[in-house]
Nanobody, 126 residues
Framework: VQLQASGGGLVQAGGSLRLSCAASGSTISTYNMGWFRQAPGKEREFVGGIRWSGNTYGTDSSVKGRFTFSRDNAKNTVALQMNSLKPEDTAVYYC????????????????????WGQGTQVTVSS
């Protein structure tokens, strides 16, 4: 599975961005899809994900109520809608695909994913 993330950019605090992750080479319908981010000088962190079944999981408390995860299996894409953005949301955002057989605990960290997109930069100015 090849993943291509897009939609990042520069936005003012309080604004919105919608990230997309397009898959090719295989259908994502049998994959759990996660979103991670990595800020400068920090480790990559899990933001949240959406199960192959459509249920979301593991939404980080720092983004709960502001970020929404969705998927369109027919289009082989997943999306991350980010509202009320804050400067601390500034990071490179990555999408990742993990087998549907992975249990929840493994999906909360990078080890639960088999395929990664290249990342898209999100910069939120104050």
């Amino acid at each position: 599975v090849q993943l291509q993330a897009s939609g990042g950019g520069l936005v003012q605090a309080g604004g919105s961005l919608r990230l997309s992750c397009a898959a090719s080479g295989s259908t994502i319908s049998t994959y759990n899809m996660g979103w991670f981010r990595q800020a400068p000088g920090k480790e990559r962190e899990f933001v949240g994900g959406i199960r192959w079944s459509g249920n979301t999981y593991g939404t980080d408390s720092s983004v709960k109520g502001r970020f929404t995860f969705s998927r369109d299996n027919a289009k082989n894409t997943v999306a991350l809608q980010m509202n009320s953005l804050k400067p601390e949301d500034t990071a490179v955002y990555y999408c990742a695909a993990g087998s549907k057989t992975k249990i929840l605990s493994t999906l909360l960290n990078s080890g639960g994913y088999d395929y990664w997109g290249q990342g898209t930069q999100v910069t939120v100015s104050s």
